[in-house]
């Protein structure tokens, strides 16, 4: 069954340093999205993609946040400088439709830790 | 604005035992979209079940069933002779309807805790 991937399952990294998420959606999947949850805490909506642009973002989504298809296959979110609040669950979905109200199939995750 | 509430923080069961967990949700919107999620302890999403706004009927898959119900705006999932493998925080969420994107706003979560 197709599914969704995330690399790397855990990122380590120190206060001000850049840190890039991957992702793999399902392969016919027209829609992305990243969402974060702080631990302990509700997962929350980062942003959404479709057709090569950001379709919506959060309040979370500032400018330290950006999003990119560099290829066919990969989805990939970038943080410039990170913050220790950055500490999160960062998960990566997609869905096949682009209408809203379609479920969307999330990756497992990458556990982002900022030192 | 869209909101999403799960006023049961934490639910604690023995196993075999049936168990509900609340999920109210507010919206303007005349189309909408509601889901379920489970989070087991490993920390991923597992899509459950999807709703639409217009679809009111109860749905039933297997030991878990759905109770939507516009009136009170309302979407229960209750589950049926729980087993230890039901463990798991629970995650209710609302979408907007056509053309509005899809983005997921979640509850806060049930974490049910079934005991042997």
């Known amino acids: 069954e197709p599914e969704v991937t995330q690399t790397p399952s855990h990122q380590v990294t120190q206060m001000g340093q850049e840190v890039i998420l991957r992702c793999v959606p399902i392969s016919n999947h027209l829609y992305f999205y990243w969402y974060r949850q702080i631990l302990g805490q509700k997962v929350e909506f980062l942003v959404s993609?479709?057709?090569?642009?950001?379709?919506?973002k959060s309040e979370i989504f500032d400018d330290q946040f950006s999003v990119e298809r560099p290829d066919g296959s990969n989805f990939t979110l970038k943080i410039r400088s990170t913050k220790l609040e950055d500490s999160a669950m960062y998960f990566c979905?997609?869905?096949?439709?682009?209408?809203?109200?379609?479920?969307?199939?999330f990756g497992p995750g990458t556990r982002l830790t900022v030192t | 604005a869209q909101k999403v509430t799960q006023a049961q923080t934490e639910i604690s069961v023995v196993e075999k035992e049936d168990v509900t967990l609340d999920c109210v949700y507010e919206t303007r919107d005349t189309t909408y979209y509601l889901f379920w999620y489970k989070q087991p302890p490993s920390g991923e999403l597992v899509f459950l079940i999807r709703?639409?706004?217009?679809?009111?009927q109860n749905e039933i898959s297997g030991r878990y069933s759905w109770n939507f119900q516009k009136s009170t705006s309302s979407f229960n999932f209750t589950i049926t002779a729980s087993q230890v493998v039901d463990s798991a925080v629970y995650f209710c969420?609302?979408?907007?309807?056509?053309?509005?994107?899809?983005?997921?706003?979640f509850g806060q979560g049930t974490e049910l805790s079934v005991k042997p």
């Open positions: 979905a997609s869905s096949g439709s682009v209408s809203g109200g379609h479920e969307q199939y």
């Open positions: 993609f479709y057709n090569n642009e950001i379709s919506e």
């Open positions: 709703r639409n706004s217009f679809d009111e």
């Open positions: 969420a609302l979408s907007g309807g056509y053309n509005q994107g899809g983005k997921l706003i």
